[in-house]
């Protein structure tokens, strides 16, 4: 399996990434590990339902939090493909284990509702108040996507990229500094969005510095994904005043043996 | 309401056999993929917007009472000209609806399911019909899973002793139910004598249409006992103490098919 990853596929996975920030192993999730972690998310929301008040939460954070460690969720990366795969990007066993996960669940939008318009953001930003008067700026390594149900109609929600756009984040923080993305997204030349469609069983790698958005859900379905935020295990912990570690934005490939190797 | 769709489904006298045999007939087909695609939508919205009572006893979404999607299923199907050739074409449905949902069931995390032998599942799980306080005790046949896609759709006589199988997949199982009355129970007396707390009015006849795949077993599938209605009707017929304490229209189980205009042709003479 490792053999095809690299020979026949590797070279296609590292170019995507390298040129749109992005790249798709497809099937990798076996059907049972997929299956596990929908039956553990599925049958959280009838034990402990769903609380209108905190839906902006789940929504914010993770649905079924209490899930967010459950080895059934962490599970869906532990299969050799997916394994194989990460191990080929970011160097064998060198991802920091057992970061909590967050759980993705798109409940489909009406035909009424109004097209929401998305929006490109970095993951982890924290917005000023008085615990953090300065804001901040929380980033890993790569943000992984395992696709727990079907969505490849353009209408099925999921994630959504401004493919190379990352190489402009590059450029802006070679120019302007690491530390001016504190203030917000940088006013940059995007190209068009593009929605990746996932089948139940892919894992999608997007790097940090690829700007990203969720689409709306207009399918019928419960689009149902994990996401992670992987770390490498070089990567420090980055809050804004715990000894910054800023060398994953500014040497943006450090971190990535498999994709400069 | 009219039917709006273009298609016609006539019943046959051997699918009303089999219906009074049984007690139910499997409708397969019935739901064009448009229609359980936006009834679907329409639900999962109702449980991501309106959220979830953490309870098995709750029906979640209660906002669908009145929704155009939900009706479709009914409306733009041939499925009520279908119950309108079984019960009468001047057969009533009950206000509401049913959103029937079944999440998949956990098991241990540490380890796999507890995948014991379906018929030991089986042998556990009792009928019921819907409302009854007290069931009658008599010997059931082997209860049968009722196997259904997307788009298939069961009716069902009121007697007939049911229940909902495990839902051991990793998916959730949707079905929409729908209840009706025939214009029978309009002539009928209401049994006054019965304990008020325990009156059951019951109803004509159930109808279940299903959007999601429960192609296998133990997918929350529905689970008939097969021809219990029959049992059920004797029962009574021997019981109507019971009958009378229990329901507000008893004759009309000792007299079950007195409701279903639409298999008068079939059914013998000895049962009307």
């Known amino acids: ?261 | 309401m009219t039917s709006e769709h273009g298609r016609t489904v006539g019943i046959t006298d051997d699918q009303k056999r089999r219906f009074l045999q049984d007690g139910f007939l499997k409708l397969p087909g019935m739901v064009d993929s448009v229609l359980v695609r936006a009834a679907l939508r329409t639900i999962n919205h109702s449980l991501g917007y309106g959220g979830i009572a953490p309870s098995v006893f709750t029906e979640p979404c209660p906002d669908l009472d009145r929704s155009d999607d939900i009706d479709a299923l009914l409306y733009k199907s041939p499925l009520f000209d279908v119950v309108r050739q079984m019960i009468g074409r001047d057969v009533r449905r009950l206000d509401g609806v049913q959103i029937a949902i079944r999440f998949p069931r956990d098991g241990d995390p540490s380890g796999p399911i507890d995948y014991e032998a379906p018929v030991e599942r089986l042998t556990r799980l009792t009928p019921h019909i819907d409302g009854a306080k007290r069931m009658p005790k008599v010997d059931l046949p082997t209860p049968r899973q009722v196997l259904v896609g997307p788009g298939d759709a069961i009716l069902a006589h009121y007697m007939l002793g049911h229940g909902v199988a495990e839902n051991l997949s990793p998916d959730i199982r949707y079905t929409v139910y729908f209840r009706f009355n025939s214009r029978v129970r309009d002539d009928t007396p209401k049994n006054v004598t019965g304990n008020s707390d325990r009156d059951v009015s019951g109803f004509t006849g159930l109808l279940g249409i299903y959007l999601s795949d429960v192609t296998g077993e133990d997918k929350g599938n529905l689970t008939v006992w097969p021809g219990s209605h029959r049992l059920y009707q004797r029962y009574y017929a021997r019981h109507q103490g019971e009958a009378e304490q229990d329901f507000l229209y008893p004759g009309l189980l000792t007299h079950m098919w007195r409701e279903w205009e639409g298999l008068s042709d079939v059914v013998p003479e000895e049962d009307r």
């Open chain 1, 1 to 261: 399996m490792r053999t095809m990853v690299y020979d026949e596929l590797w070279d296609d996975h590292a170019g995507s990434l390298r040129e749109e920030g992005f790249c798709v192993f497809k099937g990798v999730v076996p059907d049972d590990a997929s299956g596990a972690a929908r039956r553990a998310i599925y049958s959280a929301l009838d034990g402990d339902g769903l609380d209108p008040a905190w839906l902006d939460v789940y929504r914010r954070e993770s649905f079924a939090p209490q899930l967010r460690r459950d080895p059934r969720i962490l599970g869906v990366l532990d299969g050799f493909s997916a394994t194989t795969a990460l191990d080929g990007l970011f160097g064998a066993g060198r991802l920091r284990k057992n970061d909590p996960a967050a759980i993705r669940l798109e409940f489909p939008s009406l035909p009424s509702d109004r097209d929401a318009h998305v929006v490109p953001a970095l993951d982890g930003w924290i917005r000023p108040s008085r615990q953090f008067p300065e804001g901040g700026l929380i980033n890993h390594t790569a943000l992984a996507v395992v696709q727990l149900t079907d969505a490849t109609a353009g209408d099925d929600g999921g994630i959504v990229v401004w493919p190379g756009a990352h190489r402009a984040m590059i450029s802006f923080v070679e120019e302007r500094g690491a530390e001016s993305l504190r203030s917000g997204f940088p006013n940059i030349a995007l190209p068009e969005p593009r929605r990746i469609p996932l089948r139940r069983g892919d894992l999608a790698i997007v790097h940090y510095l690829t700007p990203r958005a969720l689409a709306a859900n207009r399918g019928a379905q419960i689009n149902t994904s994990i996401h992670f935020h992987v770390h490498h295990v070089d990567h420090y912990s980055t809050f804004w005043n715990s000894g910054l570690h800023w060398s994953a934005i500014t040497d943006p490939w450090k971190e990535w043996p498999g994709v400069v190797g």
